[in-house]
């Protein structure tokens, strides 16, 4: 992404376009970047793109959790003003975003998540390879998408630098151990907030049944399919992300 990071106070953020705020939240594996087909298309319809950068390995090991990325996202909220939001996350993103607007529903009004964690256990473990040589996570990585040349080799050497960091790897382990624990299962019921689900029919991290859980969980939420793609659906097809995004956000007039 060639957008300027700015940094006010503790947050370092790329911000786009003018109108109603969609933040976004990365997973462990995703760059800013990741987001680069959204962060094209909403400015030009009306929308003000905003990606923070979770503070995923700069949190005392005590406080790395999802509940306290939920806080530092609310407080970032708050930071900037922002009276209402719509929140879009993808894989542990989406787990955080989840647990925001159960948190702070007054601040949400919409949720997209895309390849989240939250209900199914193995999301966090499998999705991230602990340790091994540059060819065992090149294949982790490449199975993250349907098309394997989606997994360049930048995304594939940033895997590999942070699991040969051992500060970010005991940070990583510590996250998916809270992520495992924050189970929202009993939560997503009591979750009025509008939800927009788009998977991708052959995610292998968090399988389509994943999100059919989701969709009969969450009393007001849409799920949308992509065919032809993995764990990360705004990565591999961001023209039809977006497409089903913005339709969703026209539909339900947010």
Known sequence: MKEEIKSEGKFNYIEKGEGTPIIILHGLMGGLSNFDGVAQFFPENGYKVVIPELPLY??????TSVSNFAKYIKEFIDF?????VILLGNSLGGHIALLTTKLYPEKI?????????GLYESAMGE???????YEYIKKKAENVF???AVATKEIVDDVYATVNNRNKL??????????IRHNMAKDLPKMNTETCIIWGKQDHVTPPDVAEDFYRLLPNSKLYWIDKC????MMEHP???????HHWLKDKQL
Do not use: C, Q
């Open 239 to 245: 023209k039809k992300f977006n497409k089903l995004f």
């Open 80 to 84: 900037k003003n922002y009276s209402e």
């Open 58 to 63: 700069s949190m005392p090991l005590l406080k």
């Open 127 to 133: 999705s991230y390879p602990k340790r091994g040589d």
């Open 146 to 148: 349907y098309d394997p």
């Open 230 to 233: 993995g764990h990360a659906a």
């Open 109 to 117: 009004k919409g949720l997209v998540i895309t390849g989240s964690s």
């Open 170 to 179: 005991i940070k990583t382990l510590a996250i998916a151990k809270s992520a």
